[in-house]
């Protein structure tokens, strides 16, 4: 499985922004896809999941902001962000897996740079 993510750039505060993440191979064996970040000097954390029952799990700071959802063949996931903040800011990843998990892992695309201008 190879993820290929796009749709990164630099936005003002309050913007918005949708992450992509194409899925290519193997992809009848995903289960669960999600995005990541990482902001310099912070440890990587869990942004968002969807899993192929259609449950999502958010992190806390980005509820009721951000939302996951696959296409239609299930072989794209999306990330809309709205009302961006700067402590968006950071470079996002997104990832796969082949169980119906809260934190996939299996498999990562390059990361994507998200900026957020105050």
């Known amino acids: 499985v190879q993820l290929q993510a796009s749709g990164g750039g630099l936005v003002q505060a309050g913007g918005s922004l949708r992450l992509s993440c194409a899925a290519s191979g193997l992809i009848s064996s995903i289960n669960g896809m999600g995005w990541y970040r990482q902001a310099p000097g912070k440890q990587r954390e869990l942004v968002a999941v969807?899993?192929?029952?259609?449950?999502?799990v958010y992190a806390d700071s980005v509820k009721g902001r951000f939302t996951i959802s696959w296409n239609n063949a299930r072989n794209t996931v999306y990330l809309q962000m709205n009302n961006l903040k700067p402590e968006d800011t950071a470079v996002y990843y997104c990832a796969a897996d082949r169980a119906e998990t809260s934190s996939p892992k299996d498999y990562w695309g390059q990361g994507t740079q998200v900026t957020v201008s105050s």
């Open positions: 969807i899993t192929s029952g259609s449950t999502t």
